[in-house]
C-alpha cells in the first residue's frame, strides 16, 4: 500500500529524537515535510522532507496524509484543531490537551470529519514498563495489594525550553511527566475511584509543577505515583506488591539515549537493556518460594507506528485513543482539584 506521507510540526527534540527517526526507518510511512520557522535543521538528516515556514503552508498541502503534534504543550490544542479542520489525521505528543472539555472537543471534531486522533504515548513501548504488564498479566503476584510507580530525575536547574518554565497552560511536571505515568496506571489497571494529590515546586525560582506525589484508590488496591527533580540517587521505577508476592523493576530503558546518540531504530540489540538491569520477582507459586530476576522485554517504540499504519491503511485499532488521552486529563485536573482542596476527589 501506499506509505503515509507525515509532516511534523516542529524538529526539536521531539522530532528529531522521538518521531522522524521512526517515520524514516518505517517502509510505511515518508516523512514528507516539517515545519520549521527559520532553520533548516530538518536536511541535515532528511534532505528530501519539504521544510514549511508556516503552520499554514503546511496544512494545504494535500500530499499530507497524517500531522505529528509536537509543540509545546499549550499549543495541542489549537495545532490539532486546525490540523482536523484541514482534513489531516493527527498524531498528537502527550499531554493531549491542557483541560477535558478541549480533549473533547477534539474528539467529536475528529469524528464528524471521520479522522483519526492518537496520542503519542510511547512509554507504553518501554522495555521495563512492558516487563511490569507481562508480569501482572502473567498473575506472578497475585492480587495486586500496591503498585508504586517513579519517573525521577536530578534536574535542579531550570530548563533554558523557556516555554517549559512558564506557567501557563499545561506546563508543568504533572504534565510533562505525569501524563506519561498516569498512562502507564490507567493501562495496568483502569480508571481509579478516587485521587488524592500533593503537588509542589522545590527549584529555586521555580514557577511551575516539579514535584508530585498522586494516590489513586482503586476498590481492593491503591497505586501511587511519584516524581521529582531532586533524586540524585534513583529509586526502582516500579514496585508491585501482591497477595503473593512482589517485583521490583529499575526505570531503565534504553531508547531515548540511543536515540539520541543517532541508533537506527530497528538496528542490533535496538531496546535491549543490560541483564543488570533486570527486574527481581520473590514470589510463590504452588507452595514453592521463587526468588529470581526476569529478562526484561525488549523496547521498541516503532510498534506505535506499526499500528497508526494499521489503523490508518487496515482499520484495526488505534495504538492509543483519543479517548484514553482524555482520561489522562481527567486525572490530572482532578489531581489539580484534589490538591487546591487538600482533600480525596472522586471521579
Not at 201 to 211: A, E, I, L, N
Not at 249 to 261: G, H, I, N, R
Not at 275 to 302: F, R, S, V
Amino acid at each position: 500500500m501506499k506509505p503515509i506521507n507525515t509532516a511534523l510540526c516542529s524538529y526539536g527534540m521531539s522530532g528529531h529524537v522521538f518521531h522522524a527517526p521512526f517515520i524514516s526507518a518505517n517502509p510505511n510511512f515518508n516523512l514528507y515535510g516539517v515545519y520549521e520557522r527559520t532553520k533548516n535543521e530538518t536536511h541535515k538528516q532528511h534532505s528530501k522532507a519539504k521544510i514549511f515556514r508556516t503552520l499554514e503552508s503546511m496544512l494545504i498541502d494535500d500530499n499530507i496524509e497524517l500531522v505529528v503534534i509536537n509543540t509545546p504543550n499549550v499549543t495541542h490544542y489549537d495545532f490539532t484543531k486546525k490540523a482536523i479542520n484541514a482534513g489531516k489525521h493527527v498524531i498528537v505528543e502527550k499531554p493531549f490537551t491542557a483541560t477535558v472539555a478541549q480533549a473533547e472537543e477534539l474528539i467529536e471534531l475528529a469524528k464528524e470529519k471521520n479522522l483519526l486522533i492518537s496520542v503519542y504515548q510511547n512509554r507504553r513501548y518501554d522495555s521495563d514498563f512492558k516487563t511490569v504488564k507481562k508480569v501482572l498479566n502473567d498473575g506472578l503476584l497475585g492480587t495486586i495489594v500496591e503498585a508504586e510507580m517513579h519517573y525521577d530525575r536530578y534536574e535542579p536547574v531550570l530548563s533554558y525550553k523557556t516555554h517549559k518554565e512558564t506557567p501557563t497552560e499545561a506546563v508543568g511536571s504533572l504534565y510533562d511527566l505525569g501524563s506519561h505515568l498516569i498512562d502507564q496506571a490507567l493501562v495496568l489497571f483502569g480508571m481509579p475511584e478516587a485521587i488524592f494529590a500533593d503537588l509542589n515546586s522545590f527549584r529555586p525560582k521555580s514557577k511551575v509543577g516539579d514535584y508530585f506525589d498522586l494516590k489513586l484508590f482503586y476498590p481492593s488496591h491503591r497505586v501511587i505515583l511519584k516524581s521529582s527533580y531532586y533524586v540524585r540517587e534513583a529509586l526502582p521505577g516500579y514496585i508491585i506488591h501482591g497477595t503473593n508476592g512482589s517485583f521490583i523493576k529499575p526505570k531503565t530503558d534504553v531508547q531515548e539515549k540511543d536515540l539520541q546518540s543517532g541508533k537506527i531504530p530497528g538496528t542490533c540489540n535496538w531496546g535491549t537493556e543490560s541483564d543488570k538491569d533486570n527486574g527481581w520477582l520473590h514470589t510463590e507459586m504452588d507452595g514453592e518460594i521463587i526468588k529470581k530476576h526476569i529478562p526484561t522485554l525488549k523496547g521498541d517504540y516503532m510498534a506505535y507506528y506499526d499500528g497508526i499504519y494499521e489503523t490508518l491503511r487496515n482499520n484495526k485499532q488505534v495504538p492509543v485513543s483519543a479517548e484514553e488521552g482524555l482520561n489522562v486529563i481527567k486525572i490530572i485536573e482532578l489531581a489539580l482539584k484534589s490538591h487546591k482542596e487538600r482533600k480525596v476527589i472522586y471521579l
